[in-house]
Structure formats: structure tokens, C-alpha cells
């Protein structure tokens, strides 16, 4: 669905693969990941995080937000989350 260079400047989305029913919230949920990786996030574990790796799957349905610590480290970066 994308690739980010981990940490780096730019990032690559595709839609190929999203739901066609909520397409829109997929790819946004989709942008951030991949913005989430340019910043230096590694993929994270816990399943409802943004950062979770989707293992050739399409999970962004039940991905809610970013995880504490994921959002501790983007904030570092200067993100404004709230």
C-alpha cells in the first residue's frame, strides 16, 4: 500500500488495496503511516497503532490513532497531534 524511506524525505502511496467502501479514511490513516516512517517510526506493535505493520494485509480499519509512544516520538519531531 506504500513505502516510506525510514527516516527520509519522501514516501510512496497507492490505493490498490483499499476497501471501496471507506477508501477516503484508509487513505489518510495510509498517508500518515508512511509520513510516520519519513519521521524515523519504525513499524509498531500494538494493533490499533497507524505504525502497525500491515503484513500484506489491509488492517487500517482497525488501526484507531497513533500509540502513545509513537505519538511521543513524532511530537519530539515537531508534530503537532493532539
Given at each position: 500500500?506504500?513505502?516510506?524511506?525510514?527516516?527520509?524525505?519522501?514516501?510512496?502511496?497507492?490505493d490498490?488495496?483499499?476497501?471501496?467502501?471507506?477508501?477516503?479514511q484508509?487513505?489518510?490513516?495510509?498517508?500518515?503511516?508512511?509520513?510516520?516512517?519519513?519521521?524515523?517510526?519504525?513499524?509498531?506493535?500494538?494493533?490499533?497503532?497507524?505504525?502497525?505493520?500491515?503484513?500484506?494485509?489491509?488492517?487500517?480499519?482497525?488501526?484507531?490513532?497513533?500509540?502513545?509512544?509513537?505519538?511521543?516520538?513524532?511530537?519530539?519531531?515537531?508534530?503537532?497531534?493532539?
Amino acid at each position: 500500500m506504500g513505502l516510506g524511506y525510514n527516516p527520509g524525505t519522501a514516501c510512496v502511496v497507492s490505493d490498490f488495496r483499499l476497501s471501496v467502501k471507506n477508501k477516503n479514511q484508509q487513505f489518510y490513516k495510509l498517508v500518515l503511516h508512511e509520513l510516520g516512517h519519513t519521521a524515523g517510526l519504525p513499524h509498531c506493535k500494538i494493533k490499533t497503532c497507524l505504525m502497525r505493520d500491515a503484513e500484506g494485509g489491509n488492517p487500517l480499519d482497525q488501526e484507531k490513532c497513533f500509540c502513545k509512544d509513537c505519538k511521543s516520538f513524532l511530537k519530539s519531531k515537531g508534530w503537532h497531534l493532539i
